[in-house]
């Protein structure tokens, strides 16, 4: 929340909203029309054919980010990556600095704190271990906090799933299989990512459109210049390390969030969550092709126990929204 995008909505964490009437009414015309099954289900499949792909983006350009180690240094990576994203964002998004309160910019800057925070602890965690159970236990922050909002004894269900996967990720042996370090950075950047939902909810509400995002992402930026610099000093500069880092850039943050974007004007927002609970898998696959991370049978499951953990605890936020609209309306 993954390699972890910086710009993203979390899995089982995204606040359930209805489909606009709107959208719900053009999809009945469709459906109703001659042919409007076959362009109901594209409309359908669109969004979602969106968020995977801003998925495959960001955990593909993960692996990237983790070849680039090497000759940049993981802070290295992680300022390049927020730089190169904050430029962008600001120079599509021009957000107005004039008008807002000091609450405003407390807020954003929060949001800020909590974006570097998220990314830096991620890049070291995968410095360390494997993509696949790096992005699993990552998770496991969004998770927690889906789960104490939902405040249901069902949950204890996704909970127990959750905690059954990383028991299975050290090979049964809880998480002695893996690097106890990245192991730490992991869970430390899934409680960030935690606290990047609470405060990515407040900026939306404070900021027009992507404005609080790209504020946020130059407040990251300026944060993690200084360590970049300590780590990788002049190799921050050369043009093949640049190149580079803005692949990751736009791969990571960039193309992922104009996708997500577009996807989740279309899309319920707790399907949305459901889908980037995949994520996890598709750091596995980006792990392998690219990086030859090979998951043992018990990693992979692990892996399958957390998803699924992820996916009931949306459900369940689902369900209990639909309950309370229910009674209020009633």
């Known amino acids: 929340m993954n390699v972890s995008r910086s710009d993203q909505a979390a899995p089982a964490a995204a606040p359930v909203?209805?489909?606009?009437?709107?959208?719900?009414?053009?999809?009945?015309?469709?459906?109703?029309?001659?042919?409007?099954?076959?362009?109901?289900?594209?409309?359908?499949?669109?969004?979602v054919g969106l968020v995977l792909a801003g998925g495959i983006s960001v955990q593909f350009g993960g692996a990237v980010a983790v070849s680039v180690m090497p000759r940049a240094g993981a802070l290295g990576i992680v300022t390049l990556r927020l730089a190169f994203a904050a430029l962008v964002l600001l120079a599509v998004c021009r957000p107005k600095l004039r008008g807002h309160s000091r609450a405003d910019w407390g807020t954003v800057v929060a949001f800020g704190v909590a974006m570097a925070g998220m990314n830096g602890l991620f890049y070291q965690s995968v410095a360390r271990i494997p993509m696949g159970p790096a992005v699993t236990l990552e998770v496991l922050g969004p998770l927690v906090l889906s789960v104490i909002a939902s405040r249901r004894a069902v949950n204890l269900i996704w909970a127990g799933l959750a905690l059954g996967g990383v028991f299975l990720l050290g090979g049964g042996g809880g998480l002695s299989g893996l690097d106890p370090v990245g192991v730490a950075y992991a869970l430390g950047a899934g409680a960030m990512w935690a606290t990047y939902i609470v405060f990515s909810a407040r900026t939306g509400r404070r900021f027009p459109q992507a404005d609080g995002l790209a504020l946020a992402m130059v407040v990251a930026a300026v944060l993690f210049l200084p360590l970049g610099i300590v780590e990788s000093g002049s190799k921050l500069v050369e043009p093949g390390t640049l190149a580079l880092g803005a692949v990751v850039a736009v791969m990571s943050s960039v193309l992922p969030y104009t996708l997500e974007l577009l996807a989740l004007r279309r899309l319920p927002a707790h399907t949305f969550a459901i889908l980037m609970s995949l994520e996890p898998a598709i750091a596995s696959i980006a792990g392998f092709l690219v990086l030859s991370q090979a998951l043992t049978v018990a990693e992979a499951l692990a892996i399958s126990l957390v998803i699924a953990a992820s996916m009931g605890a949306v459900r369940t936020q689902v369900g209990r929204g639909k309950a309370r609209t229910a009674r209020d309306s009633a």
């Open 17 to 47: 909203v209805a489909q606009q009437p709107e959208v719900a009414g053009a999809a009945a015309t469709a459906e109703a029309a001659p042919g409007g099954a076959v362009s109901s289900l594209r409309a359908r499949l669109g969004p």
